[in-house]
């Protein structure tokens, strides 16, 4: 069972425009939602992070809108660049006590110049 | 700022035989610190989660025997992975958490090939 689920795939944007990454998840009890983003060869950055409490956090262009009732979560990217073409990837964990982290299966974005 | 270091980056290992990797936490104390493995079909595999002071709880599915952990302190752990095959290609990631926080910072991997 995939509790972690991310759309689209693979996204690819005009620069200046708005990516937008959905992820939504199962388990309602889960209170902490990182995202990731990987460059090929690399290990993934943290990026932005939203606690359940929240339903939006801003960071720059980096945007994360929760949705707790419908168990869901977007990342929205301002002005997308070309350096922003990498992986992006949602996680959910319950939080402090226990480290355990669910990822997505990744979204890959590519931002055309 | 936090950074977790990974070595080696890359190794190849002949079928059979055994890779050790570590992981180095630098500007914190990484209370917690999980091991995952990355491929193409199955995204991020966790492997095992180790707190210091307590004992290191593996997931379904990946075991002591096969995948020994060893994190002595609060800036070092290592896992190796033994009689290593084809299945267990991969990138293999370090994650350190720090104490009272949630946040999870990984180290760049060790990608590991099996020949």
């Known amino acids: 069972q995939q509790q972690v689920r991310q759309s689209p795939q693979s996204l690819t944007v005009w620069e200046g425009e708005t990516a937008i990454l959905n992820c939504s998840y199962e388990?309602?009890?889960?209170?902490?939602f990182p995202w990731y983003q990987q460059f090929p060869g690399e290990g993934p950055a943290l990026l932005i992070s939203?606690?359940?409490v929240s339903d939006k956090k801003e960071d720059g262009r980096f945007t994360i809108f929760f949705n707790k009732r419908e168990k869901k979560l977007s990342l929205h990217i301002t002005d997308s660049q070309p350096g922003d073409s990498a992986t992006y990837f949602c996680?959910?964990?319950w939080g402090t006590g226990n480290y355990k982290y669910v990822f997505g299966a990744g979204t890959r974005l590519k931002v055309i110049a | 700022g936090a950074l977790v270091y990974q070595y080696p980056r890359r190794t190849i290992c002949k079928s059979g035989t055994s890779m050790r990797m570590e992981c180095q936490a630098v500007?914190?104390?990484?209370?917690?610190v999980a091991w995952y493995r990355q491929s193409p079909q199955k995204t991020f595999e966790l492997i095992a989660l180790s707190t210091v002071n307590s004992a290191i709880k593996y997931e379904q599915n990946f075991t002591q025997e096969k995948f020994p952990i060893s994190h002595p302190n609060l800036s070092f752990s290592s896992m190796t992975v033994l009689n290593a095959y084809l299945e267990d290609r991969g990138l293999y990631l370090c994650?350190?958490?720090?104490?009272?926080?949630?946040?999870?910072?990984f180290g760049p991997g060790t990608r590991l090939l099996v020949l």
């Open positions: 500007g914190f104390q990484a209370t917690s």
């Open positions: 388990d309602s009890t889960f209170n902490y």
């Open positions: 994650g350190a958490r720090v104490r009272g926080r949630d946040t999870q910072y």
């Open positions: 939203i606690s359940s």
């Open positions: 996680a959910a964990s």
